[in-house]
């Protein structure tokens, strides 16, 4: 699988309920830091592993496109939203190594928290056969004690990100991302109880969830009663 490779895609999976500042950041600097020529943002429709998200489907994807919309080289991916089955990142991929052919390094981007789970993630061997993982620190997240199955691979797979794009898929680099205590579980824990977001997500992002009323406190809603 050794090549020469100049193409590169991160890919960015998430279920962005809502999309915020930490997942923004976590790609943009994979992106630069990397010389990546895209980054694909990909909302996922039925979370595998998680409880259901708090917006539809059609608003997590309307939240990230309109996050995405200036920002040089990222794309916004609806395959998984479009599909109606579960969105396992081992068929986003295959998808995405069908389109882009052998010779293009995938990325698979995420924080350490997804990382510590990563061994329990269906197909996950098959995972690195198809891209790289690109793991975040994360603030309240650790690396993985060398015990466990993550910290064997990590000492398997471990790649300098200088070493990364000389192959297409299969290495490991964690980053030094700049630390944003940034949750969607906080923020909108924090929205319910009327905390603006301000600060933490897009401007237009904001815009969008007040001018839909998402992540109100619906117990707390007169209509409610
Ligand atoms: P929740 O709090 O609902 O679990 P989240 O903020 O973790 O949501 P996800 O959509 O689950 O957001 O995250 C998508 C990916 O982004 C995951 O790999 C996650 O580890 C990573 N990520 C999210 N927030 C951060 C952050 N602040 N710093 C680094 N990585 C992050």
Redesign the pocket.
């Known amino acids: 699988m050794a090549t020469s490779a100049v193409n590169a895609i991160g890919v ?6 809502p ?5 923004l ?2 790609g943009w600097e994979a992106m630069t830091r990397l010389g990546l020529q895209q980054l694909r943002v990909i ?2 429709h039925l ?1 595998p592993h ?1 409880e259901s ?1 708090n917006s539809s489907a059609q608003h997590r994807l309307a939240m990230a496109r309109l996050a995405c919309t200036d920002v040089p080289g990222f794309v916004v991916d609806d395959w998984e939203i479009s599909r109606d089955q579960p969105s396992y990142s081992v068929h986003t991929l295959s998808h995405l190594r069908q389109q882009v052919g052998t010779q293009v390094a995938l990325v698979f ?7 510590n789970q990563f061994c329990s993630w269906h197909q996950w061997e098959r995972i690195l056969e198809l891209a790289h993982l690109w793991v ?4 309240g ?1 650790q690396p993985p004690n060398f015990t466990t199955q993550e910290g064997k691979l990590l000492q398997k797979r471990q790649l300098h990100s200088t070493q990364l794009l000389n192959t297409t898929a299969g290495g490991i680099c964690l980053h030094d ?1 700049t ?10 824990r924090q929205m319910a109880q009327g905390i603006s977001p301000r600060f933490l997500l897009p401007d237009a992002v904001r815009a969008y969830i007040e001018q839909h009323e998402l992540y109100r406190d619906r117990k707390a809603d007169p209509a409610n009663d």
Not at 12 to 17: K, R, S, Y
Not at 136 to 139: D, G, S, T, W
Request: proline share 10%; aromatic share 4%; net charge positive.
């Open positions: 960015l999976g998430g279920t962005f309920d999309i915020h500042n930490g997942h950041r976590l909302p996922c979370p998680r998200p981007i995420l924080g350490m928290d997804a990382f975040a620190q994360r603030p997240s991302t630390a944003l205590d940034i949750s969607a579980t906080n923020l909108r």
